[in-house]
């Protein structure tokens, strides 16, 4: 009668027309962690612009060293989102708060973000071209596939930053790939991959990359709000 996923992008992993065909409900969940991917979000940037994770592997290994380890601050950088809907906006605000200079691309612009946290909304070609870091929030759709394209990525300034903790389909990671080998991007942080866990880790081992398997969400509170949600729904969609 009813296949309910514990989640939202339910439709990336269920076969929805099937499930029409036979009568079966086939449902997500609203928002339940959109604070805690922001959050998470953020921290991988600061985490790139402070070289926090290239600081800590030296350590382990017992070597002293803060060369190539020169930081920025998020204060006065221009701080690139793609995608303003639930998660996006959140991280828009909070860099907004720290000082950052925000612009951002989304088919459906906020009002909210212009007016009060001076948010500049461009299209996506500018943003990647003028972004010191973008950060990618698209949902995952046929016409997300591959959104941010080896152009789009090969324009971003050298020494530029990127985090991707929404879809990995919506990136060409095989371009992503060669301009972090290349050095033309200076890191990059990635919580989701093509395949999870990924078949590939070539991307992950790379030196100037930050790789975490899923974690954006998975936080204590998201997850009693994500389990009330899944129980609220089967209640109201059982009878």
Known sequence: KLIQFMGIGYRNYMDEDFCASRG????GIGEYGSNAVAE???GLALALF???A???RRLKREVWDMQGLLGREIA???FGIVG???IGRLVAQKAAMLGARVIAHDLVENPELVAKHQVEYVDLETLFARSDLVSCHLTHTKAT???VSGKLLSSMKAGSFFVNTS???VVDYDALYGLLMSGHLRGAALDVHYSEPPEDYSLAKLENVIATPHLGYYTERALENQLRKVVESVVANIG
């Open 145 to 147: 596939e591959k959104l």
């Open 40 to 42: 998470y979000a953020l």
């Open 24 to 27: 079966i409900k086939a449902l």
């Open 167 to 169: 879809r990995a389909q």
């Open 50 to 52: 402070r070289g926090i």
């Open 76 to 78: 006065g950088s221009t």
């Open 54 to 56: 290239e600081g800590d």
């Open 84 to 86: 303003t809907g639930a």
